[in-house]
């Protein structure tokens, strides 16, 4: 047996013993021997009593000296922490000297202090402070910094404002307390994109993206983002910048999307760059709103931040909902609502149905960056969704009003963000509190009846058991609601009903005749809305409904039907499903985008995910026939009427990555994909040639890969693209995740060997074995190579970087759903993991919550 795991606990929290009033940070950067002198004024803490011991975290530090008020101490030193007793401190202030020396050239976890390319850069969330200096590396525990960095490297950033430059040195000090890990530091022979904002009160702010020498023109989008960000955030929610500067920088190796560091945000170089070239439209939509969400921290973060990670929904999720927003109002809300729905329940509803379901506030962890997750992130922000809709927009407004206010310069609790509500609209939120605590998805029934006049709608939720919490209490739940006249007038516009018991009835007097109901709109819960059986009603809904997100569900939840009853019992694909779609497809009146969604097919995993929740078991090979089952009868089905809208979508105008442009390149992909399946690719062949953006590049390319033709396409690619890392990644994802599934496995391997799989780059590793994860059907394939593939590279990427290891891993988050022999499979490969020597704690977690399922 491995030693059981430390857990912490929410119960657990205290305040720390000591105040840092300051830190003086200076940096001697040498790539194998970078020596960090850190000064801190501390004093006890008032919050606790008695004299306290000073334990400071620190891993993997090499201690050169250590001082308290200028006399030597000799502290008590462990692999993770230094401790100096109570006895050897003054009863007051005092000023505490360390020295250490780190390696950042040796850095292969990416965290705390590292090297990419030649230039150093810093990730500190959640707990990386601490591979930098001796630190109370906490939340909670905020200071001033200010920081002298020593290199001959021409630029030299850090946090706040800079203060200083000279010859090989720079400083930097940041006015407003943080905790530590908003640090950061960046240095490295970097070129800058600028610009600058003046805020509304006329502050001038300058702007700087820096990017390695050759990449400057590929910032223009990202820089357009965040002035858009900054007008935004001051117009929506009334907040200003408040620095002199903020500077992005873009890096190759990161763990992670970006990070929102105070004036100093680290991106990872792939949500920066840009150009019609080498982005796709997809890419620009994901720049801009990961730039939006890192620069909304500033607020939801940084200004006021998290007084223990068991709050990170309290920054994540807030400002996941707040980037949506923004998204929203630059693009088409419908259509966001609906890619947004799609990513919760592709991510978070997986999560919440495995054995990894954990509540939105986790309540014990082992290590925090396994629950950077879909259910912090994506949830945490439904959660927030459904706070505004239940207090309305007046409401939201004043509380979070309230809440800037109140908790500015805090390190806030969830109880802290809910109280300014319950104060702002006096509302109980008592009851609404179990979305924080309570795991997993409710399942919402719906039943309705006619009578004398009246119609009524019945619900009743349940809410599953989930790993340590079998039992569980109803919920708030807003349910928006509209009815509709069988002409398809809307006779109840929408209303929101809340639900707060088990089973609960509402009722509609005054209607002249049976409606049909239009629930849930907007997604106005996080819940699984079960309402069997009525092809009819949906059709309906597809054609008729007001709310442009429940025609799109309407849509959605009859693909789901038909293509679970194909994989389930090899039914054909139902022809009045197909004349449906063509009547969306073809319907010029509506928005090119939305049409494009609906003509997207629910992916082979949020398949299997269906046909479990319906208490069958999932065959992957056969989810897989039927959906290409399924794409070739749409093919047919829409016919000639395809070609003509291939050539009408065709546009001259010059390239722009507008929503607008956007919609129409998407939908006239589908449309060359559909072709594909009918002329085997002639048309994809010269869309490829032709093709004056990367979306339609891609998109031939994959519509060729589709009918496993593409092969001198690939290679062509590859030339064009081998120098530029962020495009060969899709070059790589592509063909994992096109590739039959009885040959994924050996494709990744394949591609595994050639000469650009650079595997320690989180991103190339991303792209090869997390594509091979994202091919359901080949990840999940019977002879276990899907499996193994994937386990033999996490055992092997787990030393170097665990937590992308523990990562990727959520690969086998579903493994509990399949059948015995692909369980077992599985299992074995989670075994071996867990056998693997020098397992990082990381991973382990992962693989211990993963196997305590069965
Ligand atoms: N604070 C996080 C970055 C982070 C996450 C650092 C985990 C360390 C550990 C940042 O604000 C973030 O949420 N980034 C997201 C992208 C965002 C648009 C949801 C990411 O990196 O995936
Ligand atoms: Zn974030």
Redo the contacts with the bound molecule.
Sequence with gaps: MPDPQKAVRLADYQPYTHCVDSVDLTFRLVPEATRVTARLTLRPNPERTGRNALRLDGEGLKLLSCTVDGKPVKPEIDAESLTIPAKSLPAGAFTLETVVEIAPDANTALEGLYMSKGMYCT?C??E?FRKITYYPDRPDVMSRFRVRIESDLPVLLSNGNPVGRGKGQAEWDDPWPKPA?LFALVAGDLKAHSSTFVTVSGRKVDLNIWVRPGDEDRCAYAMDSLIRSMKWEEEVYGREYDLDVFNIVAVDDF??????NKGLNVF?SR?VLASPETATDDDFA?IE??IA??YF?NWT?NRITCRDWFQLCL??GL??FR?HQFSGDMRSAAVRRIEDVVALRARQFREDAGPLAHPVRPESFVEI?NF?TATV?EKGAEVIGMLKTLVGDAGYKRALDLYFDRHDGDAATIEDWLQVFEDATGRDLSQFKLWYSQAGTPQLKVADDWKDGVYTLTFTQANPPTPGQPKKDPKVIPINVGLLNPNGDEVVPTIMLEMTRAKQSFRFEGLAARPIPSILRGFSAPVVLDRKGLAEERAFLLAHDTDPFNRWEAGRALAKDVLAEMALKGAPPPPAFLDAMASVVFDESLDPAFRALCLRLPGEDDLAQTIHAMGRIPDPAKIHAARREMAGALAIRLGDGLQRLYKDLDDSAPFSPSAEQAGRRALKMSALGLLTRRDGGKLAASAFARARSMTEEIGALSALLDVREGQAELAAFAARWRRDANVMDKWYGLQIMNAEPSEAAAVTTRLTETPAFDWKNPNRFRSVIGALAANHAGFHHQSGAGYRTVADWLIKLDPLNP?TAARVSTAFETWPRYDAARRKLARAELDRILAAPGLSGDLREMVERMIAAR
Excluded: F, L, P
């Design positions: 990730q969330e959640a990386g890990y763990n992670m999307g970006a990070m929102e990872n949500y994901r709103a990961i969400h890192e921290h973060g920054k994540e400002t996941v980037d960056n950077y992130y937590q």
